[in-house]
């Protein structure tokens, strides 16, 4: 079992959907749980970052984590064709981090 | 622009043929680190360097060298390339490390290994 699984998709929404991306993991040390987002072609770019359970909004971007259940979620809410990419969970407890797959996320007009 | 760049964006080899990749910021950042991305698997760290003349291993360093002469380059070095190595590779810095410091990732070096 991998230390963090995250659905590849593709998850295709219709512009203005809300959005739900998810990651579980197994490791218990991790205290330090990151979003990017990565386009076509490009390197990742970091989104959020957040350390305790809870939520955490920017703008359109919710992140939420659970720490008892070892799960954690980024909400795009008024979704944009903008938004089409790759989103990567990533998870860190000892300096080295640990990334999922990515969930690929298609925005249609 | 503040920026991370990679030498270079496409490359074909073949095996054994020693390889280097280029990395270099312009942010003055003192952590620096290479990562391969592969499909199915994510992005794994190779090697990381907290700043000049120190460099330890990620989570896959083996058939990678690495070295950090200067704070803004980061080479990766491929002295006996195999096809295993086929991989989108990313260079990334940041500040310093630790997860509250964003890393600011190349455009990657896709690497075919024939």
């Known amino acids: 079992q991998k230390e963090v699984e995250q659905d590849p998709g593709p998850l295709s929404v219709p512009e203005g959907a809300i959005v739900s991306l998810n990651c579980t993991y197994s490791?218990?040390?991790?205290?330090?749980f990151m979003w990017y987002r990565q386009y076509s072609r490009k390197g990742p770019e970091l989104l959020m970052y957040?350390?305790?359970?809870g939520n955490k909004e920017d703008g359109r971007f919710t992140a939420q984590v659970d720490k008892s259940s070892k799960y954690i979620s980024l909400f795009i809410r008024d979704s944009q064709p903008s938004d089409s990419a790759t989103y990567l969970c990533a998870m860190e407890g000892s300096y080295i981090p640990t990334f999922g797959r990515g969930t690929s996320l298609i925005v249609h007009p | 622009e503040a920026q991370v760049t990679q030498n270079p964006r496409y490359l074909i080899t073949v095996t054994g043929k020693k390889l280097t990749v280029t990395c270099s910021q312009n942010m003055n950042h003192e952590y620096m680190s290479w990562y391969r991305q592969d499909p199915g698997l994510g992005l794994r760290q190779i090697y990381y360097?907290?700043?000049?003349?120190?460099?330890d291993k990620g989570d896959v360093p083996e058939g990678y060298k690495v070295s950090r002469k200067e704070k803004r380059n980061f080479p990766l070095i491929l002295e006996s390339p195999s096809p295993n190595q086929t991989s989108l590779y990313f260079c990334?810095?940041?500040?310093?490390?630790?997860?509250?410091?964003?890393?600011?990732f190349g455009p990657g070096t896709r690497l075919t290994v024939t």
């Open positions: 490791n218990s040390a991790f205290q330090y």
């Open positions: 957040t350390y305790s359970s």
């Open positions: 990334a810095s940041s500040l310093t490390r630790g997860p509250s410091y964003e890393q600011y």
């Open positions: 360097s907290m700043n000049v003349e120190v460099t």
